[in-house]
């Protein structure tokens, strides 16, 4: 026997081969496949957000025939009926004899909704292979923006593109990306970025790129060594880059070598291996090297990584904490991106305890994403559904709180969701106030707040009011705007700025990181931030 993430392989019959049925296509396997293996190898496209551990189940899929044996993780996902008719976690089911599978069809729909998304201005259709446009990405870990821009038009965006960042077969934190590509697999997180940013700029001829991004995500862009990031003390191999050719970037073969080999690509420079260019690049968009004198500004990065600045005309304190996945939608039994289909706004009628929601392109629910999970608890919360320890009144111990349920699915919220999200709050609740005190004030001293991230464009910050996530002051005092992503944003903005360097040197200059785990007051913080 040997071990693949935890589930036993048997070696002796690894020589046999099986046939897998799946998506009308058959795959000749060896017996003892790991199902979830199979996928990574095929590039074939299943969301694994603990990364194949067995705990966050997503990768669901049915087998139609030829399932193996149930593992206790699939017992814990899975009732017995569903156990019955075939339902398994990808990551445990290990191919011992023929069989067809099919996807979660809810996981598939999410998919789709997230395969590449592009708005287009119908009066810029002039030539895109002209190369007179220049692009911004934001590599983030869920997501990859883009925005092509023409400059000869006062810099208009004429292009936006989203897609799935593809890497997330490999788990959806950057601490399992570190994992992964320190345990041989950091060629094909590579490719998988590389390959979705080909896909996002497509047929597009540039003059130049500016990217950035995390400081685990460049460094898998660029082909850097994870090593460092994966121990303490976290070193990375490095924070600024030169100016390179977007092909360089790339790392593309030779007869590709046309379309980019002339396109400058300019790379954000990091602060540290968990505060990076995103965060930079975001400061910079919001003007953080102007700070007007005796004026207090913070960023807040609502991601898995949880980075957060807090900056007056002198100095900048940032931070990271590490929230996880769930303001993503991940780790959450019926969480998704934010994409068609997804929940986005929830309101709890008190009396009736009934809930009225909205879904992103008002399409049939399919999940709940990053703004539904916040704006569900905190009403959970004002409604008396859960009380100030989290904890779910009685009668929807069981089953959780239902927000959609028909014949095929339903849509719950249970117990341990409301433990993820209470978790991610308190490490971004205490990660504020720890920030604010190592700054030297309180949060009576700031006088504006940005709540950055993609999903943060669907939040409603008054709805979130009963979670405590922010200082009571700033939600009542009206200082907090939602920005969304400002690491694309400042990526745009650098691209038509010729004193961009000196700027974003400054910030850089003037960042000082503290490390949360490191001060007297974080833990106690953090424990008292768990309450709703
Ligand atoms: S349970 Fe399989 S990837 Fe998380």
């Not at 023929?98 to 997230?114: C, M, P, Q, V, Y």
């Not at 900048?316 to 303001?327: D, L």
């Not at 464009?457 to 992503?485: Q, Y």
Request: aromatic content about 6%; hydrophobic content about 40%; glycine content about 8%.
């Amino acid at each position: 026997m040997y071990k693949l993430n935890g589930v036993k392989l048997p070696i002796a019959a690894m020589k046999e081969h099986m046939k897998l049925l799946y998506n009308g296509k058959t795959y000749n396997i060896s017996r003892g496949t790991l199902l979830s293996e199979l996928f990574k190898r095929e590039n074939m496209d299943i969301p694994m957000v603990c990364a194949g551990m067995g705990r966050c189940g997503k990768c669901k899929v049915r087998f139609v025939s030829g399932a193996p044996r149930a593992t206790s993780a699939d017992s814990s996902f899975f009732s017995e009926d569903e156990i019955k008719s075939g339902w398994r976690l990808a990551c445990r089911a290990v191919i011992t004899e023929d069989a067809e599978i099919e996807t979660d069809l809810s996981a598939a729909k999410e998919d789709k909704a997230f395969s590449i998304k592009e708005e287009s201005r119908e009066d810029k259709c002039e030539d895109l292979s002209s190369g007179n446009f220049v692009a911004a990405i934001d590599i983030g870990t869920t997501t990859i923006a883009a925005a092509i821009i023409s400059p000869k038009d006062g810099n208009d965006i004429i292009k936006k593109a989203v897609t799935m960042n593809h890497q997330r077969s490999y788990g959806a934190d950057v601490i399992s990306r570190i994992k992964a590509a320190n345990e041989g697999n950091a060629d094909v997180l590579r490719k998988l970025v590389t390959d979705d940013l080909k896909g996002l700029l497509k047929n597009v001829a540039l003059k130049e790129v500016v990217i950035a991004g995390n400081t685990t995500m460049l460094h898998l862009l660029v082909g850097d060594s994870c090593e460092g990031l994966g121990i303490s003390p976290y070193k990375p191999v490095r924070l600024s880059y030169p100016e390179m050719s977007f092909s360089e970037v790339l790392g593309v073969t030779f007869e590709e070598k046309d379309i980019y080999d002339e396109t400058e690509c300019r790379i954000m420079p990091g602060i540290s291996a968990f505060v990076g260019a995103d965060i930079v690049s975001g400061m910079y968009a919001l003007d953080f090297y102007k700070i007007p004198e005796g004026k207090t500004y913070m960023l807040i990065d609502l991601g898995t990584n949880g980075e957060m600045a807090v900056a007056d005309s002198k100095k900048i304190t940032v931070c990271s904490t590490a929230a996880g996945p769930v303001f993503e939608g991940g780790g959450i039994s019926c969480g998704m991106a934010g994409v068609s289909g997804a929940i986005e706004h929830v309101k709890i009628d008190k009396e009736k305890k009934t809930a009225d929601y909205r879904t992103i392109e008002n399409t049939e629910p399919l999940g709940i994403c990053g703004s539904g999970v916040l704006e569900l608890v905190s009403e959970l919360r004002r409604c008396d559904i859960v009380d100030e320890t989290g904890l779910l009144a009685d009668e929807y111990f069981e089953e959780g709180f239902i927000l959609y349920k028909d014949e095929k699915k339903t849509i719950s919220f249970p117990q341990n969701d409301i433990r993820a999200l209470q978790l991610a709050k308190a490490a971004i609740r205490s990660g504020i106030d720890t920030l604010l005190s190592e700054h030297g004030i309180t949060s009576a001293d700031v006088d504006k707040v940005y709540i950055a991230g993609g999903f943060s464009e669907h939040l409603d910050i008054d709805m979130i009011k009963a979670l405590k996530m922010l200082p009571e002051g700033f939600i009542n005092k009206n200082i907090t705007e939602c920005v969304g992503n400002t690491s694309l944003k400042g990526c745009i903005k650098a691209l038509g700025d010729c004193d961009y360097q000196k700027k974003i040197t400054d910030i850089a200059a003037r960042s000082s990181e503290i490390s949360l785990a490191g001060t007297d007051t974080f833990g106690e913080s953090f424990i008292s931030a768990m309450n709703l």
